[in-house]
């Protein structure tokens, strides 16, 4: 019976194995699609464009001319604060037009949410797009100093990230200071913040912002906004050009 | 062809399943076998394409005049007539990235990609960005199954449309794909997936590449990753996950926008080789495996994995 079933359990083995086909050999080669891997393929091609053609005017429009490239880098950069900037100015706007009463204090933008540096030169709204592709919204988020300061501790961790309205020093991957509207934070008091909607909500682990003590949607599309925002300033202005300024600072 | 192509390497597999020595050719009965014939399953697959459908800008800092879907799909084109077993796959996050996707949404990507002959995709976490009714609208497009283990969808619109897993066959070989997922909560916003169930990737795995393997006897069994390739912090990726499954051969995977020359080799729990790669993002890249099978039956039994890559 022992034999009977160890015979079973054989066949049962051999069947199941020659059930598969087996590999003999692997050959790989992974393909870096350059001019090298092949022309444009002509049957796709006729098919994007009529789509490509459709967007192709409103992407080639100008936006405004920059004197340098601008690029995210940490601990800040002359991309990272000129959104941030652009998200606490057009909030602040935005609570005057609608008479909500609110100062808006800081602005906080997540940096893998920039999604592509701006060139030196003509900024057009392709660009933009490749900026900020998400369709995102501006949302002001009222939270607690003892919020602020873990938001603080979260930036450092990350070696800094895009602010407006504040002064932060880090160290060895700490706050080592922090400064909004020329004052300390304090725990108990509640300012207003400027984010987006992905962020309001929790979004890349900024967990802390979750539970706000208010929130306001302004239903203000982020790249719009920096669209109107560059393109007025060009023509009030004329060309952009945007300095650091040690808002976020390695101290030794 | 520059960057990180390699050359064609050639490699015999020496490596046995079951202590294969032991099981002589006579056992195996001949006709599953068509004689004196090897077939070869040419894979080709993408990840993070982030609708970039045409070629970086001749001014791009980076990538000037490089990737794209256009481009990518004369190199499909050409090794499609080079080998018709060839298999077309996609690990997410196929959305999002350019102003087609801001007019077309999701679309226009999963229509090109149909007309590229995609056989299966995954979803990644940018699939959810503009929530679960984009997902919908893009689906009617796809003539070609997403694939996703590990997300539920069932309390969702998107239930009955995602399948669990696939198996489709090409000259002959049969091939089993499952698909796992990101965690969403933190990396995607909840009111974009609202209903949809994360499970924990790895008892899936194990689940699917045993449903795959042992009870619809797949050849070859490839999960689509949008796990991401590896941490630093203890997080679920493609190089953890790996090591713990059995039957899974090849890992196509995605999210951290990884460029590798060739595939990763790993061990799997069973001592047995599995095969990692992804191939960057926009389609800068694709990654190319050749898997030829043995279907004479002259030589021992050999595991679905390779040596030497």
Request: glycine letters at 8%; one cysteine or more.
């Amino acid at each position: 019976m022992r034999r009977l079933f160890f015979s079973f359990v054989v066949i049962l083995l051999l069947f199941s194995c020659n059930r598969h086909l087996f590999v003999r050999e692997v050959n790989t080669q992974n393909i870096s699609i350059d001019s090298n891997a092949g022309q444009l393929d002509s049957l796709l091609e006729s098919w994007v464009k009529p789509y490509r053609d459709s967007i192709e005017h409103d992407m080639n429009t100008l936006v405004a001319i920059s004197a340098t490239p601008l690029v995210k880098d940490k601990p800040e950069s002359k991309l990272t604060n000129l959104v941030s900037d652009i998200l606490l100015s057009t909030a602040t706007s935005y609570c005057l037009e609608q008479n909500l009463n609110i100062q808006p204090d800081i602005a906080y933008v997540n940096y893998g949410g920039l999604r592509a540096s701006i060139p030196q030169g003509e900024i057009t709204v392709q660009h933009v797009f490749e900026l900020m592709p998400f369709e995102n919204e501006i949302v002001l988020i009222k939270i607690s100093g003892e919020t602020f300061i873990l938001m603080a501790d979260k930036i450092a961790i990350r070696g800094g990230e895009g602010v407006a309205g504040m002064k932060l020093g880090i160290r060895n991957g700490k706050v080592s200071s922090l400064i909004t509207g020329g004052k300390a934070i304090e725990q108990k008091t509640l300012y207003w913040l400027v984010t987006n909607d992905y962020i309001a909500n929790g979004g890349d682990q900024m967990n802390m912002f979750s539970n706000p003590a208010e929130r306001i949607n302004t239903g203000l599309k982020i790249r719009d906004v920096l669209i109107q925002n560059l393109s007025n300033r060009y023509k009030r202005d004329g060309i952009i050009d945007i300095k650091e300024d040690g808002r976020i600072f390695n101290e030794q | 062809m520059e960057g990180f192509s390699m050359s064609n390497r050639r490699t015999f597999i020496k490596q046995s399943v079951l202590g294969g020595s032991a099981l002589t050719l006579g056992l195996f009965p001949n006709e599953l076998f068509a004689s004196g014939e090897l077939v070869k399953l040419t894979v080709l697959h993408t990840n993070d394409m982030h609708c970039h459908i045409d070629p970086f800008s001749d001014s791009h800092a980076e990538f000037a005049g490089r990737g794209g879907m256009v481009r990518l799909a004369s190199l499909i084109a050409k090794n499609r007539s080079e080998n018709p077993n060839l298999l077309l796959l996609d690990a997410g996050d196929m959305f999002q990235g350019t102003p087609y996707f801001n007019y077309f949404k999701g679309d226009l990507m999963l229509k090109l990609m149909s007309q590229m002959g995609y056989d299966a995709g995954t979803i990644g976490n940018h699939e959810f960005d503009n929530g679960l009714p984009d997902i919908l609208s893009a689906l009617r497009f796809a003539k070609f199954p997403m694939v996703s283990s590990n997300y539920d969808f069932s309390d969702t619109i998107l239930s009955d449309l995602v399948e669990p897993y696939h198996i489709l066959e090409k000259g002959g070989i049969k091939i089993g794909i499952y698909g796992l997922g990101i965690e969403l909560n933190g990396l995607v916003g909840e009111l974009n997936y609202g209903k949809t169930q994360y499970l924990d990737p790895l008892p899936i795995a194990l689940k699917m590449e045993r449903l795959l393997k042992k009870d619809h006897n797949c050849d070859l069994v490839i999960c689509l990753s949008h796990l991401g390739f590896s941490y630093e912090h203890n997080k679920i990726s493609d190089q953890s996950l790996a090591p713990q499954t059995r039957h899974t051969d090849l890992i196509v995977g995605g999210h951290t926008h990884t460029f590798l020359e060739k595939p990763l080799v790993l061990k799997n729990a069973d001592g047995r080789q599995i095969l990692i790669n992804q191939a960057g993002w926009a389609a800068l890249a694709a990654g190319k495996i050749e898997f030829i099978f043995d279907r004479t039956g002259r030589r021992k039994t050999f595991a679905a994995v390779v040596n030497n890559l």
